[in-house]
C-alpha cells in the first residue's frame, strides 16, 4: 500500500508537471512590464527649502511637493517695482505745462476780436490786426512743439516703463518656478534630491511613472504579424505565486514596424526565428502588476 500510495504521487507531480510545461508553451509572445516614465527636474536655482515626497507615494497632478528659495528673486522684483514708481514720477504732466501758452493763446485771440472790431469802426489800424495775427501764430507754432515735445517724451518713458515691466513679468514667473509642482498623475519611483540640498534648473529632482495602467512589451516572430492587429484584445498572464497563472485582459496599442534581434531575455513562440517585432500591450492594473514583472501573451 505505501508503494501504491508512492507511485500515485509521483505520477500526480510528473502529470501536473507536464501541464504547466504545456500550458506555457501554448503562449504566443513573452516580454515585460514597463511604464511611461517622467523625470521631474527642477526649474529654478537655489536652496531646495522643502520637499515633501517619497519613493512609492502616490502624487496627484497640480500638487505642489517642494520650494526652492526664492527670497532673491522677491528682492529683485522690489526694486523693479520701485524704479517704475521713481519713472512713473518724472512723466511730464502735459495739460499743466501747456497751460500758459494756451493762456497767452486765449488772451491774444481776444484781442484779436477786440481790434476786428476797433478796426471796423475806424479806431484801429491794419498794423495793430497784423501784428496780433502774426502773435497768434506764433503762440499756435509753439503750442504744437511743446505739444509734440512732451508727448516724445512720454512714450519713450512708457516704452521704458514697458520693458520694466517685461522684467516684473519674468521674475514673476521665475517666482512660480520655485514653487515645485507635480505636472501630472503617478507614482514616485525614485527620488533624486533631499530638503536643504541646492539645485538647479533642469538638475532632476525625482521620477514618477502612472501605473494604473502598466505596459506589456513582448515580441512575436515575422510569422505571427498576421495573427495581430492594433486595438485587438489578448489575454494576458503572469504567475500568481501558486505554481499557476494569473490571468487579465490586455489591449495591443503599438506594433513596431521595424524588426529587431531577439533580446536575450525573450522567448517567443518560434524559436528560430532571429528577427522579432516589439509589440505593446496595455493592461489595467489593478496593484500586483510591478516595473520588470515577466507576462505571457495568448492571442485572442
Known sequence: MRLLSTILSLSTLLFFASSCQNQGGEFDASGSFEAEETIISAEANG?????????????????????IDSLPLSLKKQQLLAQMAAMESRRPNKALQLAPL????KTAKNEQDRISKLKAGGAATAKQADDIAANIS???KQIAAQ?????????S????LEQMQIQVTQVDDQLKRCVITNPAKGKVLSKYAEQYEMTAAGKPLYQIADLSQIILRAYVSGNQLAQIKLNQKVTVY???GEGGFKETEGEIVWISDQSEFTPKTIQTKDERANMVYALKVLVKNDGSYKIGMYGEIKFL
Open 238 to 240: 503572469t504567475d500568481n
Open 147 to 155: 505739444e509734440s515735445n512732451l508727448n516724445i517724451a512720454i512714450s
Open 157 to 160: 518713458l512708457e516704452k521704458d
Open 47 to 67: 536652496l531646495l527649502q522643502s520637499f515633501n515626497l517619497r519613493e512609492g507615494q502616490d502624487l496627484k497632478a497640480g500638487q505642489i511637493v517642494g520650494h
Open 102 to 105: 494756451q493762456s497767452q493763446l
Open 138 to 140: 506764433a503762440l499756435s
